[in-house]
């Protein structure tokens, strides 16, 4: 391991209870209920004693650029006046010493015009969840009396759009599970068209092979398929799409701009708000002793968590795929997949993506795309032989 990174970015759980009952949580309806032990919200104690280890933690390991993303459960159950502090105490600690980006995660439904102060006021970017029009939305996304969260949550959205378009904050960046029995083209035209937001991101679920039967993978790449086709179909290039986007860039021999797609690795940690240090919160699916590693911001440092035996583990199982992976010829595409999605309890990470059949399916479609639009056949040869070197 190097000690210095290119970037770095850390899940800052500041609030691990939350005000909906997403059926499909993996923090809350998951194999993983620690969340039970941590504080509801986090303490002023615990944020100051963060923004030290952190601040330490970048001169330590020359991180040039760290991104924070406020996360929960719902960060904003926070409340403002102690976001407003965190964001200043991180800022004051961290600006010194690296490039810093505040970012934040939220359901929208608590959004109001004091949080939208509160995020121009420390330059947040904000990042929303809906899953598509209501009846999409509200099938999984409910409260916890069951009633869907839909017409809460847009109202949140329009506030924030609105603050966007007039340049108080960064545009605002829409986020949607993936349900493969649902409509792509019906979900993009409602966030895009009747919605007005143009960035955006279609996320994979966080199945392992214990959750999930790889049979049902064709059916992701389907809905891949059919986001690409509507997307590429609309024609206008200030919509963006991350995992549309990066398969892409991929193919043309760019970089991903996601930690699912593509071979270079995405440094991440996760600090919950008891200050336990744990590595990337998506690997919690595959149940506690993915966090678990001893290390808190009250008592350790950085470099002590990266040079731990659970991130050694990590980064062995990142870069050990399987030889069915290696001999792939979308490998320099796909990676092997988001790790959690290679694990299998008692075999580890060593398998290939559970969703592998139906990524292959979306990388020869938009491989496809690019060539009936006139890209070389020897230029796409060339970037799916080349050989990849990680710079993380």
Same mark, same amino acid.
């Given at each position: 391991?190097?000690?210095?990174?290119?970037?770095?970015?850390?899940?800052?759980?500041?609030?691990?209870?939350?005000?909906?009952?997403?059926?499909?949580?993996?923090?809350?309806?998951?194999?993983?209920?620690?969340?039970?032990?941590?504080?509801?919200?986090?303490?002023?104690?615990?944020?100051?004693?963060?923004?030290?280890?952190?601040?330490?933690?970048?001169?330590?390991?020359?991180?040039?650029?760290?991104?924070?993303?406020?996360?929960?459960?719902?960060?904003?159950?926070?409340?403002?006046?102690?976001?407003?502090?965190?964001?200043?105490?991180?800022?004051?600690?961290?600006?010194?010493?690296?490039?810093? &980006? %505040?970012? $934040?995660?939220?359901?929208?439904? #608590?959004?109001? @015009?004091?949080?939208? +102060?509160? /995020?121009?006021?420390?330059?947040?970017?904000?990042?929303?969840?809906?899953?598509?029009?209501?009846?999409?939305?509200?099938?999984?996304?409910?409260?916890?009396?069951?009633?869907?969260?839909?017409?809460?949550?847009?109202?949140?959205?329009?506030?924030?759009?609105?603050?966007?378009?007039?340049?108080?904050?960064?545009?605002?960046?829409?986020?949607?599970?993936?349900?493969?029995?649902?409509?792509?083209?019906?979900?993009?035209?409602?966030?895009?068209? &009747? %919605?007005? $937001?143009?960035?955006?991101?279609? #996320?994979?679920? @966080?199945?392992?092979? +214990?959750? /999930?039967?790889?049979?049902?993978?064709?059916?992701?790449?389907?809905?891949?398929?059919?986001?690409?086709?509507?997307?590429?179909?609309?024609?206008?290039?200030?919509?963006?799409?991350?995992?549309?986007?990066?398969?892409?860039?991929?193919?043309?021999?760019?970089?991903?701009?996601?930690?699912?797609?593509?071979?270079?690795?995405?440094?991440?940690?996760?600090?919950?708000?008891?200050?336990?240090?744990?590595?990337?919160?998506?690997?919690?699916?595959?149940?506690?002793?993915?966090?678990?590693?001893?290390?808190?911001?009250? @008592?350790?440092?950085?470099?002590? /968590?990266?040079?731990?035996?659970?991130?050694?583990?990590?980064?062995?199982?990142?870069?050990?795929?399987?030889?069915?992976?290696?001999?792939?010829?979308?490998?320099?595409?796909?990676?092997?997949?988001?790790?959690?999605?290679?694990?299998?309890?008692?075999?580890?990470?060593?398998?290939?993506?559970?969703?592998?059949?139906?990524?292959?399916?979306?990388?020869?479609?938009?491989?496809?795309?690019?060539?009936?639009?006139?890209?070389?056949?020897?230029?796409?040869?060339?970037?799916?032989?080349?050989?990849?070197?990680?710079?993380?």
């Amino acid at each position: 391991m190097t000690s210095t990174r290119r970037d770095f970015s850390v899940i800052f759980k500041v609030a691990e209870r939350c005000n909906i009952n997403c059926s499909y949580c993996y923090v809350f309806n998951g194999n993983d209920d620690s969340f039970k032990l941590h504080p509801a919200t986090i303490a002023d104690l615990t944020i100051e004693n963060t923004a030290e280890f952190l601040s330490k933690g970048c001169l330590d390991c020359e991180i040039p650029y760290l991104s924070i993303v406020f996360f929960g459960g719902e960060p904003l159950l926070i409340g403002k006046q102690r976001f407003d502090r965190m964001c200043a105490v991180l800022r004051q600690a961290l600006q010194p010493v690296t490039n810093l &980006d %505040l970012r $934040i995660t939220t359901n929208a439904m #608590l959004v109001d @015009d004091d949080w939208i +102060d509160l /995020f121009e006021k420390h330059q947040v970017k904000v990042g929303s969840s809906l899953d598509g029009p209501k009846e999409y939305h509200d099938e999984k996304r409910v409260d916890f009396r069951g009633q869907g969260t839909y017409d809460r949550t847009v109202r949140g959205i329009q506030r924030l759009k609105e603050a966007g378009d007039v340049g108080r904050i960064s545009p605002l960046g829409v986020l949607c599970v993936v349900d493969s029995n649902r409509s792509a083209a019906r979900i993009y035209n409602h966030i895009v068209h &009747d %919605l007005g $937001i143009k960035r955006l991101d279609f #996320l994979l679920p @966080d199945f392992t092979y +214990d959750d /999930f039967d790889p049979a049902d993978a064709l059916g992701y790449g389907k809905f891949l398929c059919d986001a690409f086709d509507t997307w590429t179909a609309d024609g206008d290039s200030s919509v963006e799409v991350r995992i549309l986007g990066s398969a892409l860039s991929l193919l043309l021999g760019g970089e991903s701009r996601i930690d699912v797609l593509g071979t270079d690795l995405v440094e991440a940690i996760t600090i919950h708000s008891d200050g336990s240090v744990g590595p990337d919160d998506k690997l919690r699916s595959g149940g506690p002793q993915m966090m678990d590693t001893g290390i808190t911001v009250f @008592d350790g440092t950085l470099q002590q /968590f990266l040079t731990s035996r659970t991130v050694g583990e990590l980064e062995i199982a990142r870069t050990n795929r399987s030889d069915e992976c290696l001999n792939c010829c979308w490998f320099n595409v796909c990676g092997g997949g988001a790790l959690i999605n290679r694990y299998r309890e008692g075999q580890g990470f060593k398998n290939p993506s559970v969703l592998c059949e139906g990524l292959k399916v979306f990388f020869a479609h938009v491989a496809n795309y690019l060539l009936e639009n006139g890209l070389p056949p020897a230029h796409l040869l060339e970037t799916l032989s080349r050989e990849t070197v990680s710079t993380r």
